[in-house]
């Protein structure tokens, strides 16, 4: 079983940044894929970023357009979402993904979820 745990959310102005966190407890951290994903108010869920088991590639959505950066650090078992240049169009809630595969490019069939942490951009 895998828990993961979302923090770093909050309020910032449009043009800000924030940083995510998603700290992973329970089985190898290290063999799993990682993602983010996002969930505006009456709108779909919707992959943001995922990561390989490695870090070495990560693979966004295409809304992104080098706006974030997503990467992990395996000794900590904690997977990061940096977001620079944050539009007031980006506030949902931000959850983290996990799975045990090497396609970083899914964006579905995860297994496990955080609880989610709340993006608001102001204007």
């Known amino acids: 079983q895998v828990q993961l745990v979302e923090s770093g959310g909050g309020l910032v102005q449009a043009g800000g940044s924030l940083r995510l966190s998603c700290a992973a407890s329970?089985?190898?951290?290290?063999?799993?894929?990682m993602a983010w994903f996002r969930q505006a108010p009456g709108k779909e869920r919707e992959f943001v970023a995922g990561?390989?088991?490695?870090?070495?590639?990560?693979y966004y959505g295409d809304f992104v357009k080098g706006r974030f950066t997503c990467s992990r650090d395996n000794a900590k078992n904690t997977a990061y979402l940096q977001m620079n240049s944050l539009k007031p169009e980006d506030t949902a809630v931000y959850y983290c993904?996990?799975?045990?595969?090497?396609?970083?490019?899914?964006?579905?069939?995860?297994?496990?979820w955080g609880q989610g942490t709340q993006v608001t951009v102001s204007s």
């Open positions: 329970g089985r190898t951290f290290s063999g799993l894929v």
């Open positions: 990561i390989s088991r490695g870090g070495s590639s990560t």
């Open positions: 993904a996990a799975r045990w595969s090497v396609d970083y490019t899914a964006t579905s069939g995860y297994n496990y």
